[in-house]
């Protein structure tokens, strides 16, 4: 039972580029989310799955894209990567909308 | 306005030590409150919870934490620290059960401890 799951680790990308950062669960969670975190600003919630079959927006979606492929997985993806998009983004996942989630073990993003 | 402010960014105590990290939150109505754990390297892991009822609750690791509603706080304790808990703390309160469960976090405080 690994959890959530996050690929890849580290990524460092150029201003511009695009890539997808995959997360996934083994609980047979509903939920699952993306966060960012940054110096001094703790998470924010950037996207949502509340259920397989729909997203919805958190505090800072804007730059960024989601896909709920299925109960398991929640991608993130970056279709342009820009500098103030460095960041340490976290996949979590809860058993229905629930404030008691899950965390995966991050991904470290630098955009240069 | 929706917040949690952990006033210390950083606190460095001796193995053996007490500890107390404080948080304090912003919100109208009755919170739902949280502290998360950040070691090194690693995802956040839930140390305890307050939903309601006795206002000191017990986590994981030997770690506390008492709701004072009149004083909008939200303190983590914990008698005797150890070296293993240098790591970064989270505190956290429910804004919107609606919103995907949405969490409010405050800045994190990193925890050191001295030999």
């Known amino acids: 039972n690994a959890g959530v799951t996050q690929t890849p680790k580290f990524q460092v990308l150029k201003t511009g580029q695009s890539m997808t950062l995959q997360c996934a669960q083994d609980?047979?969670?509903?939920?699952m989310y993306w966060y960012r975190q940054d110096p001094g600003m703790g998470l924010r919630l950037i996207y949502y799955?509340?259920?397989?079959?729909?997203?919805d927006k958190g505090e800072v979606p804007n730059g960024y894209n989601v896909s709920r492929l299925n109960k398991r997985e929640f991608s993130l993806r970056l279709e342009s990567a820009a500098p103030s998009q460095t960041s340490v983004y976290f996949c979590?996942?809860?058993?229905?909308?629930?404030?008691?989630?899950?965390f995966g073990p991050g991904t470290r993003l630098t955009v240069l | 306005a929706q917040s949690v402010t952990q006033p210390d960014i950083h606190i460095t105590v001796s193995e053996g030590a007490s500890l107390e990290l404080r948080c304090n939150y912003s919100?109208?109505?009755?919170?739902?409150l949280f502290w998360y754990v950040q070691s090194p390297g690693q995802g956040l892991q839930l140390l305890l919870k307050?939903?309601?009822?006795?206002?000191l609750v017990q986590g994981i690791k030997g770690f506390e934490a008492e709701f004072k509603r009149s004083q909008s706080s939200f303190n983590l304790r914990k008698p005797s620290v150890h070296w293993s808990d240098a790591a970064e703390y989270f505190c956290?309160?429910?804004?919107?059960?609606?919103?995907?469960?949405?969490?409010?976090f405050g800045q994190g405080t990193e925890l050191s401890v001295k030999p």
């Open positions: 979590a996942s809860s058993e229905a909308t629930s404030y008691l989630k899950y």
């Open positions: 609980m047979n969670h509903n939920s």
């Open positions: 799955s509340a259920s397989e079959g729909t997203t």
């Open positions: 919100y109208g109505a009755t919170p739902y």
């Open positions: 307050y939903f309601s009822g006795d206002t």
């Open positions: 956290a309160v429910g804004v919107g059960y609606n919103q995907g469960g949405k969490l409010i």
